[in-house]
């Protein structure tokens, strides 16, 4: 088992997942905490899923809630 975690191309799998995972997570994270969103913001935080939660929460809930968001405002109209 330590033959695998100290192979060369592990380490370059690390490094470039951590890469990847990087600017996804810090925008999921900012955009959450900017919209007042703390249970998607602990969530994003917590769960490394290589950013698939983070680019799904950027793409697909944000906007599904932003439209709900809408139509919530225009029925108080």
Known sequence: MEEFVYSPWFVWVAVIAGIWTLPWTGVALWM???DGR???F???LLINSLAGL???YIFVFRKRMDQNRTK???VVR
């Open 38 to 40: 703390k249970g998607w």
């Open 42 to 44: 602990i969530a994003l």
């Open 32 to 34: 959450s905490a900017r």
């Open 72 to 74: 919530a405002e225009d």
């Open 54 to 56: 983070e680019i799904l």
